[in-house]
């Protein structure tokens, strides 16, 4: 598993891939918090992040996709995988590894908005006043939803080999996932199971981490929600031929 | 370690890519797997490496089935893939360290192969060379390296020379004999004088089945039996005429005065001929007789497979 996973981190590193995701998660959501005036933190006035965390996972939903389109689609076309599969690999191996190193570029794109933490901490009268456990909470939140957008990502490029099928299919599951299940909730002609459509969309799951509520329901459920996505992916994968 | 092919079948949808084929290579020895494009040679390539499952029938590498113990086929396997996958946007030396990894290789017994591999394949120029700035000769001794780079006991080679030119080729072929010492070596191809290059036993596949496991010289002694001889007559002579002939056994036109002729019972016929034309006051222009061509061996065992052959 390990040779996969360093080998497609590199992938991410030499191919300006990573470069790219960081520099415009960065820059997308950096002018959201702080420039533009609708959505900026200091415009508002609360010392708090939710800019960050109502906003990223629809950055996300673009970022990802792009991400993880190339993981199988590109072997599939080159014949790469045919490589791998003649190797002492198990298929675990492959999608774990491919996973991971996906799931890590996330990870650390993620990691520079622990600055806007510190700041808002300074910015907050009396300095300090930040509801950090809610911060806290937004923050697992966040990386598990990166976690089943990755997972859904991959799942999508090994359906496929065209590039792009993998990364419109992925936007569009990641969206539907995200909000679009809980949008379709509020229709009447579910009535009373509504509730149960909601809970399986990300958003019920995200907003109940979000208030920095650790409930294991929600855990489970990105937990679940990406071991399901990985587990088709090998399915899907095994069958190469 | 050596190779058996037990019953392998192979039905791709409605299609037979392989029915019921079955063969072995010993230890250390170097076999020739030759077949027209579409035979099914890939096919029992990708079997025996574990990355196609068999329809019915199975592959034993040593003591493992690959169908029960695939990984461990795969680690004692080093298989060189038909259009050679590469990932292009890697170094050399950067591509043969990761592979060499997937074989559980790290540290200085990694580097030291890697090294040597490098060494063997004639790459020490090319190994800070991105792959896909190579030219083919080159990638298909990156291919070979990756296949090699885990000491393997078998090796299965499909087209390693297909696409290259002459020198590169000379030049493959001589690699992969250098390196198949103490190996068992499968590789295929639908060059009859590669088969002569390296190895001395071939067996021929066509259209899902095996036509011919033998050596190449009993193979050639096959087709001696129906080698023609060419003749050219100075003035026009009737087909008939010569056709009616006691040890003419077939007659083939093949030119204005020229005709290619196949004796009764495979003998020479050329002293006939010459008897023949003299008797008859015609002067003869030519006659020669046909060099055994491995193509022709080829053309025989592919086209027209009798049962028996």
Known sequence: MLPIFKKEFTGFLNSLIAYMVIAVFLTGIGLLMWVFPETSVLEYG????????????????????????????????????????????????????????????????????????????KLGNPVGNVDTPGVVGSYIGLVMLGGVFCSIGIFASSITSNQIVAFIL?????FIFYSGLESLSSLPIFGSQGLLIKQLGILYHYESTSKGLMDSRDLTYFLSVTGLMLVFTKIKVSQHY | MSLEINHLTKVYGKQIALNAISFSVQDGEIVGFLGPNGAGKSTTMKISTGFLPSTSGDVKVGDFLVSERPLQVKR????????????????????????????????????????????????????????????????QRVGLAQALIHDPKVLILDEPTSGLDPNQIVEIRKLIKEISVNK????????????????????????????????????????????????EFETSIEMEELRSLPFVKEVVLLGRNKFRLIGEGGIDIRPEIFKFSSERKISLLGLKKEEVSLESVFRELTHAPSPDA
Not at chain 2, 197 to 212: L, P, Q, S, W
């Open chain 1, 170 to 174: 992925a936007a569009f599951f990641c």
């Open chain 1, 46 to 121: 609360f010392a708090d992040m939710d800019t960050l965390f109502s906003m990223g996972p629809y950055v996300l939903i673009f970022l990802v996709p792009a991400i993880t389109m190339k993981s199988f689609a590109e072997e599939k076309k080159l014949g790469t995988l045919e490589l791998l599969f003649t190797k002492p690999l198990s298929d675990w191996d492959i999608v774990i590894g491919k996973f991971l190193a996906a799931f890590l570029l996330v990870v650390i794109t993620l990691l520079p908005t622990l600055v806007y933490y510190l700041s808002i901490v």
């Open chain 2, 184 to 231: 068992t070596v499968v590789f295929s191809t639908h060059i009859m004088q590669e088969v002569q290059a390296i190895c001395d036993r071939v067996i021929v596949i066509n259209k899902g089945e095996i036509v011919a496991d033998d050596k190449l010289v009993n193979l050639l002694q096959i087709e001696n039996k129906s080698t023609g001889i060419e003749v």
């Open chain 2, 76 to 139: 004692i396997v080093g298989y060189l893939a038909e259009h050679n996958p590469l990932y292009l946007d890697m170094y050399v030396h950067e591509h043969l360290r990761f592979v060499g990894g997937l074989y559980g290789l790290s540290g200085s017994r990694l580097k030291h192969r890697v090294g040597e591999m490098i060494e063997l394949c004639g790459l020490t120029h090319e190994q800070n060379k991105k792959i896909e700035t190579l030219s083919k000769g080159y990638r």
